[in-house]
């Protein structure tokens, strides 16, 4: 065991983030599945999937974020309230977990493997109890207002994926649909990505179909400015990316 670790100096660590990354957005998403239209949940699944593996793993809450921010403000709203409560929680409990992702992986390595004396037995408690309250809250929002959140909608994918050839390559996404729905290779005029986001500038912004990008499986889409955006994707972003780039190599040559 150790006692290295200052309460103090870690109060603002991982261990805050814990009770919503590890239990509440969890929650969250199984609420989402389940206010999905039964037609529609196989459709959402692997995009909730990739979220939670995101999170739970990676620490990166991005994609499972983005799946309600823009529908439904107010509840990024609670979300960002019940993440700081989490915070006060795990301080007041006297949990000191260091590092600053709060993910699985720092759970087991800086607060199981560190011994009792930093309280990681306090964790999944916490988080057991976040998973419920979001699990209510998010699940009561949505069908209480109404809130479109992925699979809520009775339509069925956009007809650019019918009407563009190919199927799902390595990445697990319909490349060439979200080509073309962002006005195909000529009007991309660069494209990168980090770590859950597709960033591109394109010559024509009118020419970027929101609507079939999110049909194709993007967790949402963020409009810059005229010529910037960025589509977020999921873990799976640097495979699309590549798929991408080689298409448009291909389409240009």
């Known amino acids: 065991t150790t006692h290295g670790f200052s309460e103090s100096a870690t109060r603002f660590l991982s261990q805050g983030k814990m009770p919503a990354y590890l239990g509440g957005l969890p929650g969250a998403a199984l609420a989402m599945y389940h206010c999905a239209r039964p037609e529609n949940r196989h459709k959402i699944k692997g995009r909730l ?7 739970v793993v990676g620490g990166t809450t991005e994609p499972l974020e983005f799946l309600f921010l823009f529908v439904a403000p107010v509840l990024y709203v609670i979300h960002a309230l019940l993440t700081g409560l989490g915070f006060t929680v795990m301080s007041v409990l006297g949990v000191t977990i260091g590092n600053t992702d709060g993910n699985i992986i720092d759970f087991v390595v800086f607060g199981i493997l560190h011994g009792l004396s930093t309280k990681w037995y306090m964790v999944p408690v ?3 109890i976040w998973f419920v309250v979001y699990y209510i809250i998010f699940r009561f929002a949505i069908t209480r207002f109404n ?14 994926e019918k009407a563009v050839a190919g199927a799902p390559g390595k990445s697990g996404y319909n490349v060439p649909a979200i080509l073309e729905a962002l006005g195909g290779a ?13 960033r591109l500038s394109v010559k024509d912004m009118s020419l970027v179909n929101v609507q079939a990008l999110k049909d194709n499986r993007a967790i949402g889409v963020v409009q810059l400015n005229q010529h910037n955006l960025q589509v977020v994707i999921g873990p799976q972003v640097q495979s699309v990316k590549d798929e991408m780039a080689g298409l448009m190599h291909t389409v240009q040559a």
Request: charge should be negative.
């Open 186 to 198: 000529d009007n991309i005029v660069s494209l990168d990505n980090c770590i859950t986001r597709l």
């Open 49 to 55: 999937i990739s979220g939670l593996i995101a999170c």
């Open 126 to 128: 916490v988080a057991a």
């Open 147 to 160: 809130l479109k959140t992925p699979g809520r909608d009775s339509e069925v994918a956009s007809s650019i």
